[in-house]
């Protein structure tokens, strides 16, 4: 099974081992880095070998034939690979996962892409899995990612004084998040 969607802007699709190139270009050869300022910059990107990059990444393509519900997405614009959505546990107990959003070429950012493929990794994700809710975290710095999920609903949770360095600076960690009957709510009214 191979999961697709498609929106007006982006096209959220299973990574392929084609993909594999194109995202080590963007985090290692690409004179276009921006992403890495913004998306968990709290310790440096240390290089490795193409090689390296394709081992870790064995396992995103594993879950495409594994995973019924699946804990990435690539998000394609123009028919090319220009970022990717995630999600992960941070607690099983409770069903809670945080989500994530990273487009890499920084010419498409602010031009709407990122709210369309936040918002249809939020909805497949309320949709597939029994989840009672997403969340985010970042840090303080990042306001463009805390305007992203406002815009999709999510609301700040907490503030956590001066618990991240980014480039040797203090920022506060922020937490945001949507509870399942809020999104509902949002869908059943938007």
Not at 49 to 69: C, I, M, N, S
Not at 115 to 129: I, K, S, V
Request: aromatic content about 14%.
């Amino acid at each position: 099974m191979t999961d697709f969607l498609a929106g007006k802007k982006v096209v959220l699709r299973d990574i392929t081992e084609a993909d594999i190139p194109k995202l080590y270009y963007h985090y290692f050869k690409s004179p276009d880095r921006e992403h890495l300022n913004w998306n968990d910059p709290y310790q440096p990107l240390e290089p490795i070998t193409y090689e390296h990059f394709l081992e870790q990444h064995r396992t995103a393509l594993e879950t495409v034939t594994t995973d019924k519900t699946r804990s990435c997405l690539i998000i394609e614009i123009g028919g090319e690979v220009k970022g990717k959505v995630g999600r992960y546990w941070v607690s099983e107990v409770t069903n809670w996962f945080e989500i994530g959003i990273v487009i890499y070429d920084s010419s498409y950012w602010s031009g709407g892409y990122g709210t369309e493929a936040f918002q249809m990794w939020m909805d497949y994700l309320f949709t597939n899995l029994d989840t009672v809710r997403l969340g985010i975290g970042t840090w303080s710095g990042n306001e463009r990612m805390m305007r992203l999920a406002a815009r999709c609903g999510m609301v700040k949770e907490a503030r956590v004084r001066k618990a991240r360095i980014v480039q040797g600076q203090y920022y506060d960690a922020i937490k945001m998040g949507i509870l399942r009957e809020e999104w509902e709510e949002m869908k059943n009214f938007g």
